[in-house]
């Protein structure tokens, strides 16, 4: 398994980072912390998904970004220490990180300046991503935030593990919504629905619907 937070980092660093961070493996829905908890480590994810979600002012939860395996969540510990987490993180699925220590983290920023490069590109990514979820929001009809959501989340595989109120989080819109969506998809032939489940077994046509018009 490579992450980009640790390329270009000499191989025998590399083993000795991993051998320094605390193998956690989490159950579907387990949190892996919550908002507000101390920011002390960084995520590697080794397999599994994990959504990072946010409450609104009217107590409503949205996800904003997944994380899968190859990827990385809880950076901005290292750029403000002694700060708390911003987000919940839980398991979508199944799934296992390798935890690394604050000081630990520091250590290879001192040692490889490559490390600070990767870790804002990283941050920066999240910005791109989160204005582009802001303009979504605000000007993407809610049943084209729906598949572009969908679409995004089977670049890896075309089904996917997950509920409807977990895409409506993702597309934040209503479960109602994204139910409606989805059935008038499974219709068309290009989704199939299992409990739990999804599939998108014709990406082509909800690339077109996904697209605004002009």
């Known amino acids: 398994m490579e992450w980009p937070l640790l390329a270009g980092i000499p191989a025998d660093d590399v083993r000795a980072v991993l051998a ?25 994810v080794v397999s599994g998904r994990f959504a990072i979600r946010a409450a609104t002012p009217l107590g409503d939860t949205v996800a904003f970004s997944l994380r899968g395996p190859g990827e990385s969540f809880g950076e901005l510990a290292l750029v403000e220490p002694g700060s708390q987490r911003s987000a919940t993180v839980s398991a979508l699925e199944p799934g296992e990180t ?3 220590a604050y000081s630990e983290v520091e250590r ?12 804002l590109a990283l941050l920066a990514a999240d910005v791109r991503r989160l204005s582009g979820l802001l303009l979504d929001a605000l000007f ?43 059935r008038e998809e499974e219709r068309r032939g290009t989704v199939r629905l299992d409990r739990g489940r999804m599939t998108v077994t014709d990406a082509e046509p909800l690339r077109r619907r996904a697209r605004v018009s002009a």
């Not at 290879?108 to 870790?119: G, I, M, Q, W």
């Not at 935030?145 to 593990?161: D, F, I, Y």
């Not at 109120?165 to 934040?172: D, H, I, S």
């Open 140 to 182: 993407v009809p809610a049943d084209r935030r729906v598949l572009r959501r969908l679409l995004e989340l089977v670049e890896e595989g075309p089904s996917l593990a997950l509920t409807q109120e977990e895409l409506a989080q993702l597309a934040g819109t209503s479960r109602a919504t994204v139910n409606k969506v989805l």
């Open 98 to 100: 390798r935890a690394l």
């Open 20 to 44: 320094a961070s605390r193998r956690r493996v989490f159950g579907k829905g387990e949190v892996v912390f919550h908002r507000g908890d101390p920011a002390d480590s960084l995520h590697l």
């Open 108 to 119: 290879l920023r001192r040692e490889h300046t490559a490390v600070d490069r990767v870790l």
